[in-house]
């Protein structure tokens, strides 16, 4: 035979000199949960070893992983019920908690990248993304509110907006607000292809963030659609999007790769909660050898063609690819 593939496989050295895909801790981004006050760490049973955080115990785990080589966080407030309310008002109250983080995250560690959330559910009432009026989710009504809560993240100092409530238009109007008060080189990470996925569970329990009534499936996209998904990505793109996102990743490889083919903008993937939850159960149950099935899960997103992967493995994973 002379052409021989394995030709390129018979060492160490060589199957890395022509190794396809590489993935690093610079790719990944951190998702954080952050408490209000001085309250304990909180173990969150469905994330093994994942925790909802107060202020102090966020800077540890922040310094920990810049160590290691993870310089971009996804933080995501566990609001208490006492300040929710129809209009997601506590979202931008001067007294916030989240903003208050923010602010002294980037004041302690001027070096990272951090990521907001924009929805209206740790915010609202009713627990969905946007404003409920008659069991109807209204579109043109919720935008005002996540303009308003993009604005004051970015200035308390956040660098990258991410608005995961998939209301039509709200990336463009995002935009506006930004610019027009001056922020222009505040990014939007846009969670385009948001499926309403059976996968978010864990981490709607981490935020006690679940809908009171209905589901989400008038603004999620259906599991079915992949097409769908391109529409969004236009769409995104053209209201001054920085990055696309698609949420779940696993089950969802196909439309990363679409979104990779389709746009020049970077493509981003969250590895959920649920996936997340999957892999460590296995391990735990001595099924899978977590050490050799966490990276690979990882890789196969950025071989999909994830750019940007926000994974709750990202401290591990680096930990892992600096003993290499």
């Known amino acids: 035979m002379r052409v021989r ?79 929710k309310d129809k209009t997601a008002s506590y979202s931008v109250n001067a007294a916030n908690f989240y903003l208050e983080a923010i602010r002294q995250l980037k004041q302690k560690f001027p070096q990272i990248i951090l990521m ?27 935008l005002p509110i996540l303009g308003d809560m993009a604005l004051a993240q970015a200035q308390a100092g956040i660098d990258i907006i991410g608005p995961s409530d998939m209301m039509d238009g709200r990336v463009g109007f995002i935009r506006d607000v930004l610019d027009s008060k001056g922020f222009l080189n505040t990014s939007i990470m846009s969670y385009t292809a948001k499926y309403a996925s059976a996968f978010y569970g864990p981490f709607r329990q981490a935020l006690y963030s679940a809908p009171k009534a209905g589901d989400k499936k008038t603004y999620q996209m259906n599991p079915a659609n992949k097409t769908e998904a391109l529409i969004e990505a236009d769409l995104d793109t053209a209201e001054g999007a920085d990055f696309l996102m698609v949420k779940p990743a696993l089950c969802y490889m196909d439309v990363i790769h679409a ?19 999957m892999l460590m159960a296995a391990c735990e149950k ?7 099935a966490m990276p690979e899960m990882l890789l196969s997103l950025k071989r999909a063609g994830a750019d940007v992967i926000l994974t709750y493995f990202a401290k591990d994973f680096a930990q892992l690819y600096h003993q290499k």
């Open 286 to 292: 001595g099924w899978l050898d977590y050490n050799l």
């Open 116 to 142: 907001s959330d924009v929805a209206m559910d740790p915010y609202s009432s009713d627990g969905h993304d946007g404003y409920v009026e008659n069991g109807e989710i209204l579109n043109d009504r919720t």
């Open 5 to 83: 593939p394995r030709r390129n496989r018979k060492n160490e050295l060589i199957r890395k000199m022509v190794e396809e895909t590489v993935l690093r801790p610079a790719n990944l981004i951190y998702p954080l949960f952050l408490l209000e006050g001085d309250l304990e760490k909180q173990a969150i049973d469905s994330l093994p070893g994942i925790f909802r955080m107060n202020l102090n115990d966020l800077f540890l785990e922040v310094e920990a992983s810049v160590a290691v080589g993870i310089c971009s966080f996804v933080l995501f407030p566990a609001v208490p019920e006492k300040y």
């Open 259 to 277: 979104l990779k083919q389709h746009s020049n903008l970077p493509i981003a993937a969250y590895n959920v909660s649920g996936e997340y939850a």
